[in-house]
């Protein structure tokens, strides 16, 4: 189990790059709009990442992020406890993916297939 201790005065980039170091063929992006399930958000509703987790309204906590966990489940945790709404992406080649259609997955499934896709 990951665990990722986020304060107020931490950039939302600093956030992604912490989950990153766990899974490195998956990224987080935040974004001022919720999504729905098997959507996406435009780019335009996409936060800066150098915003902070306070200027976004989140609050400082402990996110624990196990590996058997679905995309969904830590989109709804992240939700829940900073009150900011994220989106997961999948490394593919050189290209990053939203992980809309397979939310179900695990993020060590949605890792895995990160990494076979870019090293095809």
Not at 48 to 76: F, H
Request: aromatic share 8%; net charge negative; with cysteine.
């Amino acid at each position: 189990m990951t665990k990722i201790i986020i304060e107020g005065h931490n950039k939302l980039s600093a956030v992604s790059e912490a989950f990153s170091a766990e899974y490195p063929y998956l990224r987080l992006d935040f974004f001022s709009k919720p999504h729905d399930n098997l959507e996406g958000n435009t780019f335009d509703e996409k936060l800066d990442s150098d915003t902070t987790v306070e200027e976004c309204g989140g609050t400082p906590t402990m996110l624990e992020i196990d590996k058997e966990m679905t995309v969904s489940e830590l989109e709804s945790e992240i939700k829940e406890k900073l009150n900011l709404n994220v989106q997961v992406f999948r490394k593919s080649g050189k290209v990053w993916l939203e992980t809309t259609t397979t939310d179900v997955w695990t993020l060590e499934h949605q890792n895995s297939r990160g990494e076979e896709a870019s090293k095809a």
